[in-house]
């Protein structure tokens, strides 16, 4: 009982063994329930590549059987084929056109036909597939042979075949961008998305090195972000509060808070975005704490965080160039404060600026060369030199600017804090009957309670405050 009187009376900023111990016990629960059906470690990893004209023969061993339907697995590229099947291999009758919606998902085309074989004829540019499988009449996977080398690759994983297609096996939402584009990145491909720089793509991809193109391996890092931001957003509230109850309290509203969960464990790089932010706002706030007193090494240190983060934030999104204009008010509201106070510009100012000049501008832009220039095959024409970077950023820049996307649930951006309309991530139908859904939505108790404390606050700031302290 001591021990728990001891922390709730806790007043300084600094992390205490029992802050450690309370943030560990919040963060590895969160932790836990995070990685509950984060994704499947199996899927195809061997593909083909399929040109215009170009067919499929698959031959079911033995005798000709029933053939309920086909499910298969698209690559990095969709496709659209003519499906045909045959009972002797000889004569081959249309039966439908398989579209692939989009890459590296699992989809099931009806054939409900006795065959012996089938034959895909690829009708566009380019194809990929993974896998393909054939179920009969009771729903079991029969045999298959590849007539040719090159087809023997899309039935060598017949393991991986899920029992139902969901988010579990496929990408959803936008991941149909990002572990596609980390996916290129992996081998040497022609990166697909390139209307954002590229750090998250190649964060996202470091798992894939080691446990191939699977969803979990795809949703590995940003989960992880996720549960960093945990941490992060305790250590802050301790900063800014001095109390260890309100740090612990703003632990456990990130980890309940339903859109950060959702968002999080989805194959997308806007977890190292919103992390990178917070870490830079975390070390800025720890700047703005010292003191003049304080040795310069140690503000320059937290400078340098604030600024590595910042640029980091950046080189995943241009959103984190906001984050950025938030850091500019903060340094510079303590600067133009303190020499209010003083009555003087201090020198040490003229140094930690130029310091800032290093940190927040040079390094940033470093970050960004190294990302581009590591990773150069990028679409629509490369990136080699820092004129291409230019012109790179010349390009991303038109395409958000003239960018006009629509869909059901598009809504404006100030009607995102109350929640008015939740973003729909996916859906699938697992049984005859069943929908499963998944759904960004805020929790309620936290987004419309923020909203009306963030109210109190600016009130309570505006009316408090006074003008010496300007």
Not at 117 to 131: V, W
Not at 346 to 360: G, H, P, R
């Amino acid at each position: 009982m001591e021990k728990v009187k001891e922390f709730f009376a806790d007043k300084t900023s600094k992390m205490t063994k029992n802050d450690w111990i309370i943030l560990g016990i919040i963060t590895l629960i969160y932790a836990v329930i995070s990685f509950i059906r984060l994704g499947s470690f199996t899927n195809p990893q061997t593909f083909s590549e399929y040109r215009q004209g170009e067919s499929i023969i698959i031959e079911v061993e033995g005798d000709a059987k029933y053939i309920s339907k086909m499910r298969h697995f698209s690559g990095e590229d969709t496709g659209t084929y003519k499906l045909y099947t045959s009972a002797d291999g000889t004569e081959y009758r249309e039966l439908a056109t398989v579209k692939d919606e989009t890459v590296f998902f699992w989809k099931d085309t009806s054939i409900s036909q006795t065959i012996k074989y089938i034959k895909l004829e690829l009708t566009t540019n380019i194809g990929y597939i993974g896998e393909i499988g054939l179920y009969d009449q009771d729903g079991n996977l029969v045999g298959l042979t590849a007539i040719s080398e090159k087809d023997k690759m899309l039935v060598d994983e017949q393991d991986t075949i899920p029992e139902t297609i969901s988010h579990m096996n496929s990408v959803y939402f936008d991941e149909v961008y990002f572990p596609r584009t980390a996916y290129d990145y992996l081998h040497g491909m022609k990166a697909y998305e390139w209307v954002h720089p590229p750090l998250g793509k190649l964060i996202q991809m470091i798992p894939m090195i080691f446990m191939g193109m699977t969803p979990f391996a795809y949703r590995l890092m940003g989960n992880l972000a996720g549960i960093l931001m945990v941490a992060v957003i305790y250590v802050l509230g301790k900063s800014m509060f001095k109390d260890s109850k309100y740090a612990m309290l703003a632990g456990l509203i990130m980890a309940f808070d339903n859109f950060h969960f959702a968002q999080t464990r989805m194959g997308t790089v806007d977890s190292f975005l919103v992390l990178f932010i917070m870490l830079c706002a975390l070390f800025m706030y720890k700047y703005l704490l010292l003191n003049k007193e304080d040795p310069l090494k140690q503000k320059l240190k937290y400078l340098f965080y604030s600024g590595l983060f910042f640029g980091c934030s950046v080189a995943v999104k241009w959103t984190g160039l906001y984050a950025g204009l938030g850091l500019c008010i903060m340094f510079f509201g303590k600067m133009i404060k303190d020499c209010i106070q003083a009555r003087k510009f201090d020198k040490e100012y003229l140094k930690i600026m130029l310091a800032c000049v290093l940190y927040f501008i040079i390094i940033p832009c470093a970050i960004h060369v190294v990302c581009y220039l590591s990773f150069p095959n990028i679409q629509p024409n490369g990136v080699y030199s820092i004129g291409d970077i230019f012109k790179q950023i010349e390009q991303m820049y038109t395409y958000h600017s003239t960018l006009v996307a629509e869909h059901p649930f598009t809504s404006n951006w100030y009607t995102w804090p109350i929640m008015q309309k939740p973003v729909w991530l996916h859906v699938s139908y697992p049984a005859d009957g069943m929908k499963s859904t998944i759904v960004g939505l805020g929790n309620p108790a936290i987004w419309w309670v923020g909203i009306l404390g963030m109210i109190f606050v600016a009130f309570r700031t505006i009316k408090n405050t006074k003008m010496e302290d300007i």
